[in-house]
């Protein structure tokens, strides 16, 4: 019996060892707010590890944070950090005092984002984003949008686990950023900010999720691949609407002579003063991204594509622009947006496609 037990428990262990051996490359990154006090609503706070030197794979992310305790968590590529002093810091971006930048000199590449309340993203199999090794990325930071200032004694331990492998990927992750610089003039409904590039590289990319950025005038960003005048949507979503990664509406190829476009359309009925393109909450932000896979091995920089929004305009370029570039229609959650921008009692033309078919 005795005997038995320990052939049975032996057995049991090698059974393990042999699915270790299978992959020793991988391993889980964990990484905690360290007791973070949150001493302010609205606060953000940013906490940052050093990772293995050698080349690695991020393949899956796992949160640890719930939306109680938190707007958002983004997680953050960097060369250096901002601040080695203390365990964890405000990162409030505030550029005049670079003690509270996320990355030393500002340079940080976006590693993945989550709105706490918002379904989690998975990679696809055989995907991975590179971090370390001759990516330049030496610190992953964690950076928590804290709803609340805390009551006292009470402190936050929210964060995510990487799945790591040190085994080369077939295909890598990147990310394409489309956006507008400009403004927005007081008293508009529907302003459109809109931008569009060629794609040039040699290599083509796979975009999977795409994620909508803007502060607090984006009605509904939109984005689109066109091939030969034709139009597809990668994404559309309302940036008032959890800003996480979303699934590409339409999985395709984006390569060499493809275009990609976006359209914000922002709401500036309570406005009286133009609001700029800009980093703090006053200002606004028109910006699309999209996360990508390509069989392509060297490096990856993110890549960006920005028209002036005053002077660039799809019109100008384009036919076939698609009629639900600035619609809600099929967006779940919408309702919250047609309440939030008093969108009903509104019946001017340029709302109309807002609310098409509603
Ligand atoms: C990493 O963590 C996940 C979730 O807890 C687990 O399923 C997985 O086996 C872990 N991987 C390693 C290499 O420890
Ligand atoms: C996104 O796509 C993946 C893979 O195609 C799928 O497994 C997942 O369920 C999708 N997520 C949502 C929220 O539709």
Redesign the pocket.
Known sequence: MIVSFLILSSLMRLSVCDDLDYDTE???LTIRMPDAVSEKPDSLLCHAVRIDPRESYIVSY?PHATADVAHHMMVFGCGGIANYEEPYWACSENYKNPETLVCDGGQKQVVFAWALDAPSFQFPKGVGLRVGGTTGINYIVIQLHYKEKFSPGRSDNSGV?L?MTRTRQPKQAGFYVIGTSGYIPPKHLAFPMETACEYTNDYPIYPIGYRTHSHNLGVVTSGYRIRDGRWTELGRMSPQLPETFYNVTNLVEVKHGDVLAARCTMNSMKRDRDTNIGPTNSDEMCNFYVLYYTYWQPNLEAQFCFRDAQTFHWNDYFENIPGTASSLVGISGAEKVIEMFDLNSRLPEEVEQLQETM
Do not use: E, P, V
């Open positions: 991988s391993y889980n796992i686990t799945q």
